[in-house]
């Protein structure tokens, strides 16, 4: 996730796959990550098979999980009314009637919005006797442009209030990543957490297996929260996985064949898939101006100008420096499905971007679309007379912006 944000405007534009719980688990599992068992289901059949030889193998608890891509899920709220996205059952006729109450229902929490998701999988698992919960997480640093691993005491809290309140209850440590993680720091790191000497090499174990699943499957994010210290049926304590969340690399997924079949489109918004089978990097938002910019930089910029002279913008849409006609075609479709979309902003600077280019991508996708709504257009760089003069010609009704600010004034009081 790369955060942009400067004046006004602030959000956040993805980077990266997200998986489900159970997804991450079988990850981790794979490089040597103890997880509670348990199996996905997508059926209340499949959940009463499931259960059933869970507690037929001596569990005495399980664990429902509704498998959305957001957390909060235990205290979310079902739009039917049934409360909570986890339970723990003891018996199987609990679990089937949870999870008939779970499975096809919207769940709301604090990360999905009152929109809320669709539960379409629930995973199955051991209910852990859990003795102390930890935090576990390998990242990308940015600023070393190294992982670093971040752990915590304080497991099952959220980090960053953690961090807020005791940071120095978080510990960190950076990752040569040409060495990767020597067996001597994840010794350290496994004695800084306190733990008991006879869970010193598990962990450190668990160290070398999480960081080398971030490693191998070119995660963005590991996290691991709750890490928790279990007891085992013979009374001894082990360490355990109970909740899981990985962000992949979207820009080395064509590495990974069998991660990308992990993809749940389900999960993401619509008009953003529309736009990354496009290669435009597109994020909605909650006002009623259309933007449509080249670069980064010039999209916040263009985004914070609507703000300033009173408008408000209707999404972060992304060309990139090499737009051809048939994406700026794609973009306008795309802007134009947003049924909140009062206006239409296009700003370019070409640098690498040629002005007519974009210009002959405008007139055919107005003409395409039968545009109906204002749209300004303001171009400079290369071939911006061609440009300008393509647009002229085209017989088209839009208005011209001879600046950034003369631009975003001009948008703002056609939409108002």
């Known amino acids: 996730m ?14 990266f796959m997200n998986i489900h719980e159970y997804q991450a688990k079988d990850l981790l599992a794979s490089n040597g990550v103890q997880v509670p068992s348990g199996q996905s289901c997508q059926s209340v059949e499949e959940v009463q098979r499931a259960v059933t030889s869970l507690f037929d193998e001596g569990e005495t608890m399980v664990v ?19 409360q909570g996205g986890v339970h723990l059952c003891k018996t199987v006729e609990d679990t089937v009637e949870k999870a008939r109450a779970m499975l096809g229902e919207v769940l709301v929490t ?8 669709e539960v379409k999988t629930l995973l199955i698992a051991s209910a852990e006797k859990i003795l102390n919960e930890l935090y576990l997480a ?3 640093d940015r600023d070393s442009s190294k992982p670093i691993i971040m752990a915590s005491t304080e497991g ?22 040409v060495m990767g993680l020597m067996p001597y720091q994840a010794r350290c790191m496994a004695a800084s957490l306190g733990l008991p000497s006879g869970l010193i090499a598990k962990a450190s174990r668990l160290l070398l297996g999480v960081y080398q ?6 995660a ?7 890490l928790c210290v279990v007891e085992k049926a013979d009374g001894g304590q082990d360490l355990v996985a109970v909740d899981a969340k990985i962000s992949l690399d979207d820009n080395a997924l064509y590495r990974h064949r069998d991660i990308q079949e992990m993809r749940d489109l389900g999960e993401e918004a619509p008009l953003e898939i529309e736009a990354d089978k496009h290669d435009l990097n597109y994020i909605k938002l909650e006002g009623n101006i259309a933007c449509l910019v080249n670069g980064a930089g010039l999209a916040m910029a263009t985004m914070d100008i609507i703000k300033h002279y009173g408008g408000d913008p209707a999404n972060f849409l992304d060309v990139g420096g090499g737009a051809t006609r048939e994406q700026v075609t794609a973009a306008f479709r795309i802007i134009l499905s947003d049924p909140n979309v009062r206006g239409i902003l ?8 040629q002005c007519d280019i974009i210009a002959e991508g405008v007139v055919a996708a107005a003409r395409e679309t039968k545009l109906s709504i204002p749209l300004v257009v303001r171009l400079e760089g290369n071939n911006v007379d061609i440009g300008k003069r393509i647009l002229s010609e085209s017989g088209l009704e839009l208005i011209s912006g001879d600046s950034m600010a003369d631009a975003a004034q001009k948008i703002v009081a056609a939409v108002q």
């Open 2 to 15: 790369r955060t942009w944000g400067t004046g006004e405007c602030f959000f956040q534009v993805k980077n």
């Open 64 to 82: 429902i999980k509704s498998q959305i891509h957001a957390g909060g899920r235990g205290k979310g709220t079902f739009k039917s009314g049934f």
């Open 110 to 117: 604090k990360q999905t919005g009152s929109e809320g998701r």
């Open 138 to 140: 390998v990242l990308l």
């Open 156 to 177: 099952g809290m959220d980090i960053e209030e953690v961090a807020e309140k005791t940071p120095e209850k978080i510990i960190k440590m950076t990752v040569d990543p």
């Open 213 to 218: 699943t971030f490693w191998n499957c070119d």
């Open 220 to 226: 963005s994010m590991v996290e691991i929260n709750p």
């Open 346 to 353: 296009v700003n370019i600077f070409g640098g690498i971007m």
